[in-house]
T-cell receptor, first 111, second 115 residues
């Protein structure tokens, strides 16, 4: 059973609008939570890494939040651009090298 | 920095043939991972190397799969014989020491199609 669940599975928004992607996890023990962006035909690229003690982390127009108590994270994209069209993958680390991948949210930004 | 380099980008082969995928990690990175990505299962870890030594190969599906890392700058993933169900995108990723809080750097993958 996948320990990292992402929602929605897919999302379409208009250019310039904001959106929020969700990630719920049951992974334990928890080490850190990562968000990756994967463009079509490319490998995933790291957006943020948050440890247990971090609630918010930003990378440009991307802001990730983490609630370790409820085991939830969100990725907020502000003022979306066409280039934001991609799959966004939530990854939760246990300890060491063990990473648990969500199946991703596919985002399409339309003109 | 050229990033993680994988070759070939695409591979089409017939069932039963041997397939070799190649990876050059980022210089100075001592952790290397091979992942497989499918629509159904997402990203799955196949094998993890640290300092060129295989640490965890429990994700390797069957004995048909093997991986080597003869030196710090090169790794291969071999499938022999290949089967249609091996069709997927295979990613190589590397990371520096202190992997716990360091990002994984992925290559652009090899799309494998086995007919």
């Amino acid at each position: 059973k996948n320990q990292v669940e992402q929602s929605p599975q897919s999302l379409i928004i208009l250019e310039g609008k904001n959106c929020t992607l969700q990630c719920n996890y049951t992974v334990s023990p928890f080490s850190n939570l990562r968000w990756y962006k994967q463009d079509t035909g490319r490998g995933p690229v790291s957006l943020t890494i948050m440890t247990f003690s971090e609630n918010t982390k930003s990378n440009g127009r991307y802001t990730a939040t983490l609630d370790a108590d409820t085991k939830q994270s969100s990725l907020h994209i502000t003022a979306s651009q066409l280039s934001d069209s991609a799959s966004y993958i939530c990854v939760v680390s246990e300890s060491g090298y063990a990473l648990n991948f969500g199946k991703g949210t596919s985002l399409l930004v339309t003109p | 920095d050229a990033g993680v380099i994988q070759s070939p980008r695409h591979e089409v082969t017939e069932m039963g043939q041997e397939v070799t995928l190649r990876c050059k990690p980022i210089s100075g990175h001592n952790s290397l991972f091979w992942y497989r990505q499918t629509m159904m299962r997402g990203l799955e870890l196949l094998i993890y190397f640290n300092n060129n030594v295989p640490i965890d190969d429990s994700g390797m599906p069957e004995d048909r799969f093997s991986a080597k890392m003869p030196n710090a700058s090169f790794s291969t993933l071999k499938i022999q014989p290949s089967e249609p169900r091996d069709s997927a995108v295979y990613f190589c990723a590397s990371s520096s020491q202190g992997f716990l809080n360091s990002p994984l750097h992925f290559g652009n993958g090899t799309r494998l199609t086995v007919t």
